[in-house]
């Protein structure tokens, strides 16, 4: 019986650990540099990257058009990078997008911050 809740505490901690490697990435107040669009390759993957660069998504930060939010926050991103609109961005480091070997992060939110 030991043996059963020492393994259990074992499983317990790797889980944990691989939850809390998700964590997400912060930008500074930035601006967009760059924003491209494909019409086949993910069902419509959106890409962007930041004038100031983030450790972790130094290429920049991604989404699908399957993700929930996908219009508003295209919206928002097309909006910013247009009006030169400082942002701040937050993504999941560890979830890649798989168009590319660099270290593109998986967008979570992104807000507008004023000039």
């Avoid at 601006?31 to 959106?46: K, L, N, P, R, Y």
Wanted: with cysteine; charged share 15%; aromatic share 16%.
């Amino acid at each position: 019986m030991k043996s059963f809740f020492k393994l259990l505490s074992c499983l317990f901690i790797l889980f944990s650990a691989f939850a809390l490697s998700d964590e997400l990435t912060t930008s500074p107040y930035t601006q967009i540099e760059s924003v491209d669009a494909f019409t086949d390759f993910g069902d419509g993957d959106i890409i962007f990257d930041l004038v100031a660069k983030v450790n972790g998504c130094e290429r920049g930060y991604w989404m699908n058009k399957n993700h929930p939010g996908y219009n508003t926050t295209m919206s928002m991103i097309i909006a910013a990078y247009q009006a030169k609109t400082r942002v701040l961005v937050r993504g999941y480091s560890q979830r890649r997008w798989t168009g590319s070997a660099g270290p593109f992060c998986q967008l979570y939110s992104i807000r507008y911050v004023p000039n």
